[in-house]
């Protein structure tokens, strides 16, 4: 099994710091990537990222687990005693807390681990569906039928979330798997909040269904960016291939 990927990340446009990171690593014939979306005062945010990004990469690379989604468990529950440690150490860090994406491609099988309002996303024979759901105020006020999908996607709470790494001792991440037909056209895309909060998901469906990466990453940019570019944003497309 082999991968096309491709990998973004951009402070946003009156932004000092970019609290989002990113990476993918090839590991055991195998595809890991991560990303995260930091918060917090300061350059709190940027250190939650940057700490829950690599302790992640290490904590799964490292395991001689053979279940994955064990694998993807134990790094984030690691990468949360992280955040949390240096969160504990006072100010500028105190409350300091990020969003965490991990998915490990390998031998037709996807498996991913989400906390947070960052998103996987999989694009199955040209038709777009999002795999996670935002652990996020709105989200929950949307399931309990308080306000509309309308209503939603311009709420003055729209960023605030309710799970995140490093805001608890316990975290209740979702984790799972997928099984691929390979005689699909499979793309996945996990992104930060910077960019499904301005680009929504019939024109993400457009833009991925693009044959080309360096096309679709242009696309992608040019259109946050005379959006305003507001929040950090960041994603990572991959294509497993045969």
């Given amino acids: 099994m082999g991968f096309n990927y491709l990998r973004f990340t951009s402070p946003g446009s009156v932004k000092r710091l970019n609290e989002d990171a990113v990476e993918t690593n090839e590991i055991n014939d195998g595809l890991l990537a991560v990303l995260c979306d930091g918060v917090g005062g300061d350059n709190g945010g940027e250190l939650a990222a940057r700490i829950a990004l690599k302790?992640?990469?290490?904590?799964?690379?490292?395991?001689?687990?053979?279940?994955?989604?064990?694998?993807?468990?134990?790094?984030?529950?690691?990468?949360?005693?992280f955040v949390l440690n240096h969160s504990s150490s006072?100010?500028?860090?105190?409350?300091?807390?990020?969003?965490?994406?991990?998915?490990?491609?390998?031998?037709?099988?996807?498996?991913?681990?989400?906390?947070?309002?960052?998103?996987?996303y999989h694009l199955k024979s040209k038709r777009l569906g999002q795999i996670t759901k935002d652990h996020s105020l709105v989200q929950k006020l949307?399931?309990?039928?308080?306000?509309?999908?309308?209503?939603?996607?311009?709420?003055?709470?729209?960023?605030?979330?309710?799970?995140?790494?490093?805001?608890?001792?316990?975290?209740?991440?979702?984790?799972?798997?997928?099984?691929?037909?390979?005689?699909?056209?499979?793309?996945?895309?996990?992104?930060?909040?910077?960019?499904?909060?301005?680009?929504?998901?019939?024109?993400?469906?457009?833009i991925l269904l693009l044959n080309d990466f360096n096309e679709i990453k242009n696309k992608l940019v040019k259109l946050i960016k005379i959006r305003g570019a507001i929040d950090d944003y960041s994603f990572i497309l991959i294509e497993p291939k045969k």
């Fill in 142 to 206: 949307l399931d309990e039928g308080f306000i509309t999908h309308k209503q939603a996607a311009n709420h003055p709470q729209k960023n605030v979330i309710i799970k995140a790494l490093g805001d608890n001792p316990v975290i209740e991440p979702d984790i799972s798997k997928i099984k691929l037909n390979m005689h699909d056209e499979n793309k996945f895309f996990i992104c930060s909040d910077g960019v499904s909060n301005l680009i929504n998901d019939d024109e993400l469906e457009d």
């Fill in 90 to 120: 006072g100010l500028p860090y105190k409350n300091m807390a990020t969003t965490l994406e991990i998915a490990y491609f390998k031998d037709n099988l996807v498996y991913w681990g989400h906390i947070g309002d960052s998103r996987i």
């Fill in 55 to 81: 302790s992640a990469i290490y904590f799964f690379s490292s395991s001689d687990i053979d279940d994955y989604l064990e694998r993807i468990k134990l790094a984030m529950e690691e990468s949360n005693k």
